[in-house]
């Protein structure tokens, strides 16, 4: 094997286009891997873990482009280095040579769009303000995809919005559905009389796909950003998308999901909800649940669904139990099936809420948790790129996805870490998120299957599916490909970490 570098100083391209050309090479005949990346910190520590850094790497910044190839033989490398300029510019003619307009100023396109009512922003963050606010001054509500906005930035943005009547949904806020309609990482849901506010992203697609296959429909899902419920942000618009929930006549039903927020935010809240006459479901992901409350993404969802119909909901902890011990007689036939030594657990999360549920499951079943985003009882990784014991990874953290794609859509970096995940001695069971819909990877059984039909043999692969049959990539599909490849597929993302969970209970690792 022959490794090839290149490092072009200040060559910048998005990481769409990055992904699809790292895939290409390493596609190509008698390569046996490649990345094209820029030169951040964690890409470089990626690249090392890999064996793809090059010294001429070692000095590169953020605004570099770094070209690394693994090839069979050094002319395999060569043409495939020869091949680069090709793959980087053949996007942009793509782009150029479509016949759809593209307006490049708010201006323009609301000449073309005059009917629009709503603004997705998804710019570099330093400039996502003053879009923002250009839209908020049209009279547009605003979602705010970018992150990296400044917390002043945002707080004057949804104050602004607030005396005008408007929402702004964000900074970093990855999901929405609003008339039916989704928004930028966000599943294709059957309408209905359940109304969300959720400040956690992929809790939302969980929630909202859970109520809509199950037989109920969502009214609107409005997403906050997860800045919106801490002390300085004030939970504005939380606040101002729960009126606006119990104003909507198609809302019958309001549900709530976020992390804990700051006490004064959550008295905020309460008090408007106590004003209002319609039921109201709330899940404070991690926070102790009071009046026999929903403790799980899809406890709290399925209680929306009957309280949907009004139908009582102290039979749901019964069915939620029967199933629970179903999983537990599961784990106890996979634990069987583990080698001596295997006992450990490795969550690999492109969901930043499913991290966090992992790890708040895990505190009453395993010890010894580490995440490189702890919550909880769990303990920071010493380094993200190398698990302790019961590791915990939200791999669509900043530290990940600055310069490269954000893990729904490139599966690269998770399915490199599977297969260094199950070649440890001491892995017993890799946990896994899917996440369909709009945004996320549009054949993602594609890139798992093969991966998990590689180590299904040597531990015990557990995932959940985020998604609905009318998603692009079809659920069921997905599911029956990765069962068909191995893996255990769950209804939710709390049944497949009560598996994991017990799984190494019975391994012997609590």
């Known amino acids: 094997m022959i490794v090839l570098g290149q490092l072009r100083k200040g060559a910048y391209f998005d990481s769409i286009t990055l992904m699809q050309c790292g895939k290409e090479i390493t596609a190509m005949p008698g390569i046996a891997d490649a990345a094209v990346v820029m030169g951040t910190k964690s890409n470089k520590a990626i690249l090392h873990s890999s064996g793809l850094l090059v010294p001429e790497f070692t000095g590169a910044g ?13 002319k395999a490398a060569e043409t495939a280095l020869g091949s680069v300029d090709g793959l980087l510019k053949r996007p942009v003619q793509k782009t150029r040579s479509g016949g759809e307009p593209h307006p490049v100023s ?3 396109a609301l000449e073309v769009l005059p009917g629009a009512n709503l603004a997705l922003i998804s710019v570099a963050g330093r400039y996502a303000g003053n879009e923002a606010m250009r839209a908020l001054e049209h009279g547009l509500q605003v979602m705010i995809f970018s992150d990296n906005v400044s917390l002043k930035e945002e707080i004057r943005l949804k104050k602004y919005a607030r005396k005008r009547g408007l929402l702004v949904m964000g900074p970093d806020c990855g999901t ?9 990482f966000a599943n294709v849901v059957d309408r209905g009389n359940i109304g969300i506010v959720a400040a956690a992203g992929t809790g939302l697609q969980e929630v909202s796909c859970i109520i809509s296959n199950s037989g109920a429909g969502v009214s609107q899902a409005i997403g906050t950003g997860g800045r919106e419920v801490k002390r300085e942000v004030g ?15 198609n809302t019958r039903v309001i549900l709530l999901i976020s992390k804990p927020p700051d006490k004064e935010v959550l008295a905020r809240i309460t008090r408007v909800i106590k004003g209002i006459h319609k039921p109201v479901v709330t899940l404070l992901i991690g926070a102790k649940t009071k009046d026999g409350g929903p403790s799980t993404l899809e406890e709290a969802a399925l209680t929306a669904v009957a309280m949907s119909r009004g139908e009582e909901t102290h039979h749901l902890r019964q069915q939620i139990a029967a199933r629970d011990a179903k999983i537990l007689e599961t784990a106890k036939r996979e634990s069987q099936e583990r080698m001596k030594g295997q006992k450990y657990v490795r969550g690999l999360f492109s969901g930043g809420t499913f991290c966090a549920e992992a790890q ?3 505190r009453e079943m395993i010890s010894n948790v580490y995440s490189n985003a702890p919550t909880g009882a769990s303990r920071p990784l010493k380094e993200s790129l190398k698990s302790q014991k019961n590791s915990v990874i939200d791999l669509g953290e900043d530290e990940f996805t600055v310069g490269r794609p954000h893990p729904m859509i490139d599966y690269s970096l998770r399915n490199r870490r599977i297969l260094e995940e199950a070649a440890d001695p001491e892995t017993a069971v890799i946990l896994l998120d899917v996440v369909l819909g709009h945004g996320s990877h549009p054949d993602p059984a594609s890139e798992l299957s093969p991966i998990i ?9 557990v995932c959940s599916i985020t998604g609905t049959d009318r998603d692009p990539q079809n659920r069921g599909a997905v599911e029956r490909r990765l069962k068909g490849a191995g893996a255990i597929v ?21």
């Open 62 to 74: 953020d605004t570099d482009l770094l070209i690394a190839i693994k090839g069979e033989s050094a």
């Open 235 to 249: 939970g504005i618009m939380f606040v101002e998308a729960v009126k606006a929930l119990a104003d909507d006549a």
């Open 453 to 461: 039909r590689e180590v299904s043999k040597q531990v015990t692969v």
């Open 106 to 108: 708010l201006e323009r």
């Open 176 to 184: 929405a559905i609003i008339n039916g309609v989704p928004l930028a």
């Open 360 to 362: 708040i499951l895990f």
């Open 490 to 510: 769950m209804p939710s993302n709390a049944a497949a970490c009560k598996l994991a969970g017990y799984i190494i209970q019975h391994r012997g690792s609590k």
